[in-house]
């Protein structure tokens, strides 16, 4: 049975306390932090959860190892560093950084696909598709545009706009799809007045996400395209040499 996500693990609550305490003591990248027996004691954690909740931020790059030396504020944590090895949907990936934030649903469209969306999703032209436009907030600032585009046949009967004002990952698994692995391609991005259904800065930096979303048995079923905000999202990968 898959898991709830209404309870988050207990190292994503100490990593949460370990944010909070950097903002209240106002550090700065570069400043050396107390030692994980430190902020153990300073939050009330075992040194076996404090160990845990840092390896989440060393992964995020929020936080900075150097053996023999400590620990360094490496990034603001008011930035969001993100693992794509990870295939996640936008909004589980906001409550990994303990973010509710607003969902906003922008707009829900029934189109025809064209040649591009069909190829994408192994579809004839012409077939019915379904395109979800949503903004997503840290606070009160948009950091996220989102369009999700796909099949209308994969949906139940009597679908409304409503149900995608939530994760669509959960969605689709209540419908029986399970969504499996990922095809992307990561690219700079401006969004024009014209293009988008909200009102933006033309200056504000966004990078575009776009990848094709896979189900179990490898069948396409969502072309997603995530517009991130440049100047409070970046990416990181890590590489191995063969």
């Not at 589980?92 to 934030?101: F, P």
């Not at 969004?191 to 069948?219: A, M």
């Amino acid at each position: 049975m898959p898991s709830s996500r209404q309870s988050r693990p207990r190292r994503y609550e100490i990593r949460q306390a370990i944010l909070d305490f950097i903002a209240q003591q106002g550090y700065k990248p570069g400043d050396q932090l107390p030692s994980e027996q430190e902020l153990g004691e300073i939050l009330g954690v075992s040194r076996f959860s404090m160990r845990e909740a840092i390896h989440l931020l060393e992964e995020e790059r929020i936080i900075n190892t150097r053996h023999g030396t400590g620990r360094f504020l490496a990034a603001a944590p008011g930035s969001f560093d993100i693992d794509l090895t990870t295939l996640q949907s936008v909004t589980e990936m906001l409550a990994g950084y303990q973010i509710g934030g607003e969902n906003a649903l922008l707009r829900v469209e029934r189109r025809r696909a064209d040649e591009t969306i069909a190829g994408s999703l192994r579809l004839q032209p012409g077939e019915a598709v379904v395109t979800i436009s949503r903004l997503r907030y840290a606070g009160k600032i948009p950091i996220i545009y989102s369009q999700d585009i796909l099949p209308e046949k994969l949906l139940p009967a009597g679908w409304k706009d409503e149900d995608f004002t939530g994760s669509l990952f959960d969605y689709l698994q209540g419908c029986g799809i399970v969504l499996d692995n990922s095809q992307a391609v990561i690219r700079t991005a401006i969004l024009g007045e014209e293009e988008i259904p909200f009102t933006h800065d033309p200056t504000t930096p966004w990078i575009l996400l776009e990848q094709v979303i896979y189900d179990q048995d490898n069948k396409p079923v969502i072309l997603c395209k995530d517009y991130h905000r440049g100047d409070y999202i970046s990416f990181h990968v890590r590489r191995f040499r063969r």
